[in-house]
């Protein structure tokens, strides 16, 4: 068991998955046993996967600490598919026990803060990642600081908050750097891509997502591999490089679907949508859009939502259906208005 302990946090979860198959595992074993496959499937992008182990640890579990990195596992699942209500929770009980054992209450919080952004509570998020930052920073703890960095990256993006959020994740790179972390380079990369596309600043978010698809290519985090390839053909969509756009799209979209990550995937069908429509295949981007439509339902993504609202009111307008149109995009802004969002004024999305 040791030894897989090792290889999960080598990052090498193929080889941890194929040595727990072939492990016998003594009852006393089975809570750590659980939580180990539950570590390697979050790790292989298979959250599904790792919340049914990490439930199954749970039951099994008599050991506080463990019960902790089980709860903050289960966050990241919940949060990473969307589910508002479970990641809550988890996290919930997560800053509730260590602040019990008085133990891991950074990553306890920062779960916390985590959450709170996905159900929009921004503000609340905010104070506690400013607060984070401060204690990582006298701690010179500069894994922590990449990512609470990464953090107040992406809520600064869900404000139009571009240029600051530039500056976070710009901020998470360095300390990744600093920490000589590829994994979390990468991902701070991902946001800065991000950001910089919907900023309109197309060649820096590309050269951003061609160096996090180099740092993933060799890993076992099919996410990661994903999320680049989604990535990259939003920007190449952008700047009008449609086919090599589609062609990415499609490769995003058999590695989403093989993870099961609905919410992700229903971003690419929107982008796909946005490429149909652009060539005048307005049948084929309607389905697209309804695609996106279904896979954000119920997933905690209001942005996605948006996007599909807006995209649709434009397409009814070019089939003539100028009154459709107009109830489709006042839908959309009322739902903008909602959720405090800006995504009516993104002019590079």
């Known amino acids: 068991m040791e030894k897989t302990e090792q290889l999960l946090n080598d990052g090498k979860f193929t080889e941890a998955m194929e040595r727990l198959e072939n492990i016998e595992v003594l009852d006393s074993e089975k809570a750590c046993f659980m939580f180990f496959r539950a570590e390697a499937s979050r790790g292989l992008g298979f959250f599904e996967n790792a919340l049914k182990d990490y439930a199954l640890a749970q039951s099994f579990c008599d050991e506080d600490e463990l019960l902790l990195d089980i709860l903050l596992g289960m966050a990241k699942c919940s949060r990473a598919l969307g589910r508002n209500e479970e990641t809550s929770a988890a996290s919930m009980g997560a800053c509730a026990l260590a602040d019990e054992l008085g133990i891991k209450k950074n990553d306890a919080l920062l779960e916390r803060a985590l959450a709170l952004r996905l159900s929009g509570e921004l503000t609340e998020a905010e104070k506690i990642f400013k607060s984070l930052a401060k204690s990582y920073s006298r701690g010179k703890d500069y894994s922590g600081l990449s990512f609470v960095y990464w953090s107040m990256g992406g809520l600064c993006r869900l404000q139009g908050r571009y240029k600051e959020g530039i500056k976070h994740f710009e901020k998470s790179l360095k300390y990744a750097e600093e920490n000589d972390d590829a994994e979390a380079a990468g991902y701070a990369l991902f946001g800065l891509g991000g950001i910089l596309r919907v900023a309109g600043f197309m060649g820096r978010a590309l050269e951003s997502y061609l160096k996090a698809k180099k740092i993933f290519a060799a890993t076992d985090d099919n996410f990661a591999k994903a999320y680049a390839e989604c990535g990259t053909s939003n920007v190449l969509r952008q700047l009008g490089r449609l086919e090599d756009a589609w062609q990415g799209y499609e490769r995003a979209h058999a590695l989403y679907s093989g993870l099961e990550d609905w919410?992700?995937?229903?971003?690419?069908?929107?982008?796909?949508?946005?490429?149909s429509r652009k060539n005048g295949n307005f049948k084929d981007a309607d389905k697209h859009y309804n695609n996106a439509a279904k896979l954000f339902a119920g997933r905690s993504e209001p942005r996605g939502e948006a996007l599909v609202m807006l995209s649709k009111a434009q397409l009814l307008?070019?089939?003539?259906?100028?009154?459709?149109?107009?109830?489709?995009?006042?839908?959309?802004?009322?739902?903008?208005?909602?959720?405090?969002l800006h995504t009516h004024l993104e002019n590079f999305t």
């Open 263 to 275: 919410a992700d995937l229903g971003f690419v069908e929107w982008g796909m949508g946005e490429i």
């Open 317 to 340: 307008y070019l089939l003539g259906k100028t009154e459709d149109a107009e109830k489709k995009h006042e839908e959309g802004m009322e739902h903008i208005r909602k959720h405090g």
